[in-house]
């Protein structure tokens, strides 16, 4: 169970604001969420737990990336090159 | 230093070509802001991270120098946190799993002995972007992002808090970066290609971690101030508090910082795009080339080098390399002279070492073995050879630098016996520092020719037998 505090603490390392008003359906959807993955954990580990694939690596050999204007056009702001962001220090 | 505590966790950019999960190149020095990015280093929805090979074999070399344990498999896991340097809002690092774990580093210990410092473990992870404040990071309203480093393949290197005193820590890093140039897999001339934080406590009391070192000796200072900070508090009875500072680098101190993000906070889990990495077979597979402790002792012996020079000459391979190459048939003369003369000539000028020809300073080498130039000679000839594009004979003839002949000398201290009266009477009255101003007036004739040692012994012998006996 996870109680309000909690889910405040989350928001806050997610950026989040989340309205005080808000937060009685936020903590009760909260929780919905982690019965739904108690569910999933009764399926046991079969399958999941035998992760049987491994990781096949690639070559070190560089390929073009992408022209500026297309990753900017993406950023909300920028500036000189770079992408705007709010200060967070 | 008694009673001082600490562990280091070091980060390195290794040199590969491309990032670590797409094929961006990571050779953006000269060029602008995210033009080295793509969406797998953008963390653009639907994209997916492919293991770079060649990053995964450098860590290893860099386990296994480290006489670490490398598991069979390992596990990329994403750490959570929100940051505009992170694009995806996680870090794929390793966490439970990692590449390697245990080892140790040998370093020469404050008492002088070799030293183990024990490591916990070495893992991979992907550099953050970088974050540029304009006008200063204090009064700056907003962060600019270049994203080229995102995705830059690193290490992390975590010691045990083995370390006694910020010199240690310095010797730890300076060993390291060698080994990691021996190993051929660092750039160090990248900037910010090596950044380290510190735990450091004094025993019985709490611990303090510093982030944001990203130079080595950064981290000597940064220590420093920090214990002093510490035991300060101490003495005045203040407890020291369990938290996370940054060092200041323009200031050379550490300053709170403000957010308090605890490990579990990270919220790690395995990470769901890449299955397990094996790499035991990889890691046995490796041979190692001779790393600088094995070269240092393979100086000692081979050259018979004092073991300062043979330290200071394996440094790097760059320097290991170019003093072989000049060592000729009097390795002690070429060591004293790479070692004492060139090093500082060369950091003065801030230019490597892999710009000077070997050949040329081999000549130079020869000149002063052959005694045909002065040490005081040798110096001004390095200087101008290292300056301009001249053949170290052609500067000895051009300035006439060859070591004068007896009587070209001789002539010079009767000259300047006679021209200064004054200063031959203070030395013949008893004042024997007198003997210097001569000697000084000789090479200025002979344009520092003469042997220093042997003038000071013929000029005594010419001022003995011609003046009048007092
Ligand atoms: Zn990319």
């Known amino acids: 169970m996870v109680d309000e505090g909690e889910v405040r603490r989350i928001a806050g390392l997610a950026d989040i604001q989340i309205p005080e008003d808000e937060m009685p359906a936020f903590t009760v959807q909260f929780n919905r969420i982690l019965d739904y993955f108690e569910v999933l954990d009764t399926l046991g580990e079969a399958g999941a737990g035998e992760r049987a694939l491994h990781t096949v690596m690639r070559d070190d050999e560089p390929r073009p990336s992408l022209a500026r204007e297309a990753v900017l056009a993406n950023a909300p702001a920028d500036e000189d090159g770079f992408i705007k962001a709010p200060r967070v220090m | ?470």
């Open chain 2, 1 to 470: 230093m008694s009673g001082v505590v600490i562990g280091l966790e070091i980060h390195c950019q290794l040199d590969t070509r491309t990032k670590l999960f797409c094929p961006c190149s990571t050779d953006y020095r000269d060029d602008g802001p995210n033009t080295h990015v793509c969406p797998v280093c953008l963390g653009l929805p639907g994209t997916m991270p492919a293991v770079n090979r060649t990053a995964v074999e450098y860590a290893l070399r860099v386990a296994k120098a480290f006489h670490c344990e490398v598991p069979v498999e390992c596990e990329f896991s994403r750490k959570n946190y929100f940051y505009p340097d992170l694009p995806k809002g996680y870090q794929i690092t390793q966490y439970d799993r990692p590449l390697a774990l245990g080892g140790y580093i040998e370093i020469e210990g404050d008492g002088g002995l070799e030293k183990r410092v024990r490591l916990t473990r070495i893992h991979i992870e992907e550099d953050p972007g970088r974050l540029v404040h304009k006008g200063g990071g204090d009064r700056a309203r907003y962060s600019l992002v270049d994203y080229n480093r995102s995705g830059v393949p690193l290490i992390e290197i975590v010691t045990d808090p083995d370390l006694s005193s910020p010199k240690e820590a310095r010797r730890l890093i300076e060993h390291l970066r060698a080994t990691l140039e021996y190993l051929d897999v660092y750039d160090p001339e990248k900037e910010g290609s090596l950044r380290v934080d510190a735990n450091v406590s004094i025993a019985g009391h709490e611990r303090v971690e510093i982030k944001n070192i990203s130079s080595y000796r950064g981290v000597e200072k940064a220590l420093t101030f920090e214990i002093t900070r510490q035991r300060s508090l101490i003495r005045r009875g203040v407890a020291v508090e369990r938290e996370t500072r940054h060092f200041v680098e323009e200031r050379g101190t550490t300053r709170a910082s403000r957010t308090k993000v605890e490990e579990h906070d990270y919220r790690y889990f395995p990470e769901p795009d890449l299955p397990p990495l094996r790499v035991a077979d990889r890691a046995a597979a490796i041979e190692l080339p001779e790393l600088p402790a094995a070269r240092r002792e393979r100086f000692r012996v081979q050259y018979g080098l004092s073991p300062n020079h043979a330290r200071t000459l394996t440094g790097n391979p760059g320097l290991a390399e170019f003093f072989e190459t000049v060592a000729g048939d009097d390795p002690v003369l070429a060591a004293t002279w790479v070692a004492d003369t060139l090093l500082g000539e060369l950091n003065y000028r801030g230019r490597p070492v892999g710009s000077v020809g070997p050949a040329r300073f081999s000549a130079l080498l020869a000149l002063l073995k052959s005694g045909r130039i002065t040490d005081r000679s040798g110096v001004e000839v390095l200087r101008i050879v290292l300056d301009g594009d001249e053949h170290p004979d052609a500067v000895v003839e051009r300035l006439g630098l060859a070591v004068t002949g007896d009587d070209t000398v001789s002539a010079a201290i009767a000259e300047v016996i006679a021209e200064f009266p004054q200063a031959v009477a203070d030395y013949r009255a008893g004042r024997g520092n007198a003997i210097n101003y001569l000697a000084g007036q000789v090479m200025k004739k002979t344009r520092g020719q003469a042997d220093p040692r042997e003038l000071g012994r013929r000029l005594a012998d010419a001022l003995a037998e011609d003046g009048p006996c007092t």
